[in-house]
């Protein structure tokens, strides 16, 4: 699936015809504000979106597949090339927000030594300078050392809620990504070079970022899901749900409670990727014979669970399948500790020192935990795995196929493994929070066949396998039980509830004199 970012000259190339009309009108009014604030047209629109997660909930940065899919709500960026820096030995990035006062105008010198970027700070042009950075070290590995950027007029419109669970920063660091080389240049944009960018652009802002949700911004297509492996590398491919009756649709509703991952992540996200990370250390000190290294891999912190499942199974036979269903029961019985693992524990379980560990797991990205669950954070990872191929397998292996007109037991087979999801993600891996809960519990009394977080948690989005007949239901339930009780405004309860198709990923739209 991979090959060039798809150029485009029609929005219907992009869009569904539901969304068309919307779209259009959105489209035109970014491209008016950009004329009237910068004096002269964009040259250019860049356009990434954001995702839902199907199934496969917090282990990409371990390296086991996902199944996400792109949606409608996107991040785009009107860009020109057309301003001179005003200061020898940098170019000019001004960037606005079709939201300014949420978002105020910046304007930069940006030396061509580097891109600075300081995390501590939750400022929102860090997520464009982290793409900027990113496309910069490609360009500069195809160009040479001396490659001078050009300045750029930069106008965004995202909507995609931010903290919502549906990756907004994703979205915007891959746009940001992808403006960044064609406004210097480069005719085609490669998926997966942008892809592999865009992941490690989003860890200059201080998020341990595995990978799923930069690789469903860019590769996905319209009318499919996106399987996304990450071992032995990064890849993609579309995966088609099979005609059933009552035909799926999925349903995507926040919860309107915030998950900022930069803000938290020293306590949530960040934290769940260490406690992986030791694991992983942990198991394969334990398990594998002495004196075998864990593999240097593409995990956030260069060695993931994978790297021990590959050390452990090196030369098997056995399915992945019986593969993950024996690390569950080795996980129970060599990770005993319930209650968790002080850092002389962890130290003293991997053999090395208490020092080591922190310059190994906890010096990249802030980090504040005193027991580390690893336990319980393994178990999540390989139950969650073994899902994914579960799931995957309900939708391609011919035996599993639905046999008859009617498929509601083959349907209800499909949202149990969502509901296992959820139940991991609250009790298991902890990354679930009580609204979502509720949510989660709403949509399946009211006819949803399976339902849970997606996203990072602790908040954001849940989503939702129902039967299309049953949209109406589980929406008027989760109004009347869940979002009449919370003080929303017209505009939030608009876009409470998403009815979601799977949509195309990253394009590039050029525009004829500033106009679609």
């Given at each position: 699936?991979?090959?060039?970012?798809?150029?485009?000259?029609?929005?219907?190339?992009?869009?569904?015809?539901?969304?068309?009309?919307?779209?259009?009108?959105?489209?035109?009014?970014?491209?008016?504000?950009?004329?009237?604030?910068?004096?002269?047209?964009?040259?250019?629109?860049?356009?990434?979106?954001?995702?839902?997660?199907?199934?496969?909930?917090?282990?990409?940065?371990?390296?086991?597949?996902?199944?996400?899919?792109?949606?409608t709500p996107d991040v785009i960026l009107a860009v020109s090339?057309?301003?001179?820096?005003?200061?020898?030995?940098?170019?000019?990035?001004?960037?606005?927000?079709?939201?300014?006062?949420?978002?105020?105008?910046?304007?930069?010198?940006?030396?061509?030594?580097?891109?600075?970027?300081?995390?501590?700070?939750?400022?929102?042009?860090?997520?464009?300078?982290?793409?900027?950075?990113?496309?910069?070290?490609?360009?500069?590995?195809?160009?040479?050392?001396?490659?001078?950027?050009?300045?750029?007029?930069?106008?965004?419109?995202?909507?995609?809620?931010?903290?919502?669970?549906?990756?907004?920063?994703?979205?915007?660091?891959?746009?940001?990504?992808?403006?960044?080389?064609?406004?210097?240049?480069?005719?085609?944009?490669?998926?997966?070079?942008?892809?592999?960018?865009?992941?490690?652009?989003?860890?200059?802002?201080?998020?341990?970022?595995?990978?799923?949700?930069?690789?469903?911004?860019?590769?996905?297509?319209?009318?499919?899901?996106?399987?996304?492996?990450?071992?032995?590398?990064?890849?993609?491919?579309?995966?088609?749900?099979?005609?059933?009756?009552?035909?799926?649709?999925?349903?995507?509703?926040?919860?309107?409670?915030?998950?900022?991952?930069?803000?938290?992540?020293?306590?949530?996200?960040?934290?769940?990727?260490?406690?992986?990370?030791?694991?992983?250390?942990?198991?394969?000190?334990?398990?594998?014979?002495?004196?075998?290294?864990?593999?240097?891999?593409?995990?956030?912190?260069?060695?993931?669970?994978?790297?021990?499942?590959?050390?452990?199974?090196?030369?098997?036979?056995?399915?992945?399948?019986?593969?993950?269903?024996?690390?569950?029961?080795?996980?129970?019985?060599?990770?005993t500790q319930e209650e968790g693992y002080t850092l002389e524990?962890?130290?003293?379980?991997?053999?090395?020192?208490?020092?080591?560990?922190?310059?190994?797991?906890?010096?990249?990205?802030?980090?504040?935990?005193?027991?580390?669950?690893?336990?319980?954070?393994?178990?999540?990872?390989?139950?969650?795995?073994?899902?994914?191929?579960?799931?995957?397998?309900?939708?391609?292996?011919?035996?599993?196929?639905?046999?008859?007109?009617?498929?509601?037991?083959?349907?209800?087979?499909?949202?149990?493994?969502?509901?296992?999801?959820?139940?991991?993600?609250?009790?298991?891996?902890?990354?679930?929070?009580?609204?979502?809960?509720?949510?989660?519990?709403?949509?399946?009394?009211?006819?949803?066949?399976?339902?849970?977080?997606?996203?990072?948690?602790?908040?954001?989005?849940?989503?939702?396998?129902?039967?299309?007949?049953?949209?109406?239901?589980?929406?008027?339930?989760?109004?009347?039980?869940?979002?009449?009780?919370?003080?929303?405004?017209?505009?939030?309860?608009?876009?409470?509830?998403?009815?979601?198709?799977?949509?195309?990923?990253?394009?590039?739209?050029?525009?004829?004199?500033?106009?679609?």
């Amino acid at each position: 699936m991979s090959g060039p970012v798809p150029t485009v000259t029609a929005l219907g190339d992009i869009y569904t015809q539901q969304a068309l009309a919307d779209q259009t009108v959105r489209w035109n009014k970014l491209l008016d504000k950009f004329q009237a604030l910068y004096g002269s047209p964009a040259q250019f629109v860049s356009r990434s979106p954001g995702r839902v997660n199907i199934i496969g909930e917090h282990i990409d940065y371990s390296l086991y597949s996902v199944l996400p899919m792109g949606m409608t709500p996107d991040v785009i960026l009107a860009v020109s090339t057309d301003l001179e820096p005003s200061q020898e030995g940098t170019y000019k990035i001004k960037i606005a927000n079709v939201d300014n006062e949420r978002f105020p105008t910046r304007e930069f010198n940006v030396p061509y030594s580097d891109v600075e970027i300081d995390a501590t700070i939750h400022e929102w042009t860090n997520y464009f300078k982290s793409g900027l950075r990113g496309a910069l070290q490609l360009l500069r590995e195809k160009y040479g050392a001396d490659f001078k950027p050009k300045s750029m007029e930069v106008l965004m419109d995202g909507t995609v809620p931010a903290g919502g669970g549906l990756s907004s920063s994703a979205a915007f660091v891959s746009a940001s990504a992808l403006a960044v080389m064609i406004a210097n240049g480069e005719r085609e944009v490669d998926k997966k070079a942008l892809t592999e960018v865009a992941i490690v652009s989003e860890r200059a802002v201080g998020v341990n970022s595995g990978g799923m949700d930069q690789s469903a911004s860019v590769f996905s297509e319209r009318g499919s899901a996106l399987l996304v492996s990450f071992t032995p590398s990064l890849s993609a491919r579309p995966v088609y749900f099979p005609k059933t009756n009552p035909e799926l649709c999925f349903m995507v509703a926040q919860s309107f409670v915030t998950s900022n991952k930069q803000e938290t992540g020293p306590i949530h996200y960040n934290l769940r990727v260490v406690e992986c990370s030791m694991a992983a250390a942990y198991l394969n000190a334990k398990l594998c014979p002495k004196g075998t290294e864990l593999p240097k891999d593409a995990g956030p912190l260069g060695v993931s669970i994978r790297g021990f499942h590959q050390n452990y199974f090196k030369d098997t036979q056995k399915s992945m399948p019986e593969q993950l269903t024996e690390l569950i029961e080795l996980t129970k019985s060599t990770l005993t500790q319930e209650e968790g693992y002080t850092l002389e524990e962890v130290a003293s379980g991997i053999g090395i020192s208490v020092k080591d560990v922190k310059a190994r797991f906890m010096s990249s990205f802030p980090v504040r935990g005193e027991r580390f669950k690893l336990r319980q954070r393994a178990l999540h990872v390989f139950t969650e795995a073994l899902r994914v191929l579960q799931f995957l397998a309900l939708l391609e292996d011919p035996a599993q196929a639905p046999d008859s007109e009617h498929t509601v037991e083959y349907n209800k087979k499909l949202g149990k493994l969502l509901n296992e999801t959820q139940d991991s993600c609250r009790d298991v891996y902890e990354c679930s929070c009580p609204e979502i809960d509720e949510l989660c519990k709403i949509a399946r009394e009211a006819g949803s066949y399976g339902s849970r977080l997606t996203g990072a948690g602790w908040g954001g989005c849940s989503v939702h396998l129902v039967p299309a007949d049953k949209v109406d239901d589980i929406k008027k339930a989760l109004l009347e039980k869940y979002y009449s009780k919370r003080q929303l405004s017209q505009k939030d309860l608009e876009e409470a509830i998403v009815v979601s198709r799977p949509m195309n990923g990253s394009a590039v739209f050029k525009l004829k004199d500033g106009k679609i």
